[in-house]
């Protein structure tokens, strides 16, 4: 794996890469709270079956992408970074995968961008449009959401995350992600501006406009121990994808699927892309 300064209008990001360079392009897209890390046994995985992959630090984690506005974190402006990174590595289109917020980005792109999304792989994140469903309809999703609520309005969320050798955030990867990644990740985000950076992304406000169905070939890989994701919400996704769609249950796993699960991730990613089209 290499180390990569990609820039973009908005800013240069820090990007993880591997794999022949002009192979069939995957683009991995983290969530909160870690970086491009998350992904390393995917893209040593993916890289090994001849795939490029590459895993930017998304907008805010990567410091040359770290406005400081919480509106500079809208939806929209982050579905602009994935293209624009796309187009910086010369992928006219490529295969997108994403986990929590990275899973969120995801659903968005493939909905404006078709063309430009190969296929499209999201870990835990069910569909926005099935999220506000059970939203509305299910009240287990609610309780699980509640704590947006208080990372969008509680203006002293940084300072108790970061507190006692940031206990909170630390709380967050306990016994379900590497030693290793956690501490990288507690590091990374207690740089200054890091951390309000990433909780940006939560209080930059919904969305504008619905999102639709989704076209492009669709893998949705959810597990039973998540604890910000239902079952309702999961099943529901099924009914936002007109394009082929398999749905596969982890049992047992929580959330951190990637690092959680890897070995499993990375079989059903494999046979995703190998479904819907040659290297």
Known sequence: MTQLSVSTGAGVFDVIAAGPPEARPVLLLHGFPQTALVWQRQIEALAA????????????????????????YHISLLV??????????????????????????AWWTAHAHPGRV??????????????????RTDQDQRERSHYMIDWREAPATEERMLAHDAQELRDFYAGRVPRDHAD?????????????????????????????????????VWSTEDSAFGRAAAQETGRWVKGPYRFETLQGVSHWIPE?????????????????GEH
């Open 49 to 72: 079956q001849g795939y490029r992959v590459a895993a930017p630090d998304q907008r805010g984690y990567s410091p040359g992408v770290r406005p400081l506005q919480p509106g500079d």
């Open 80 to 105: 602009d970074d994935v293209v624009a990174i796309g187009e910086a590595l010369g992928w006219a289109a490529f295969d997108l995968v994403g986990h929590d917020w990275g899973g969120a980005v």
């Open 118 to 135: 190969r296929t499209l792989t999201v870990v835990s994140t069910p569909h926005p449009g099935a999220l506000a469903t059970t939203l």
């Open 184 to 220: 990288a990740y507690v590091s990374h985000l207690s740089r200054p501006g890091a951390l309000t950076a990433a909780l940006n992304w939560y209080r930059a406000g919904r969305p504008e406009g619905a999102i639709g169905v989704i076209d492009v070939p669709t893998l949705y």
């Open 260 to 276: 959680e699960a890897p070995e499993t991730l990375s079989r059903l990613l494999l046979e995703h892309l190998r479904a819907h």
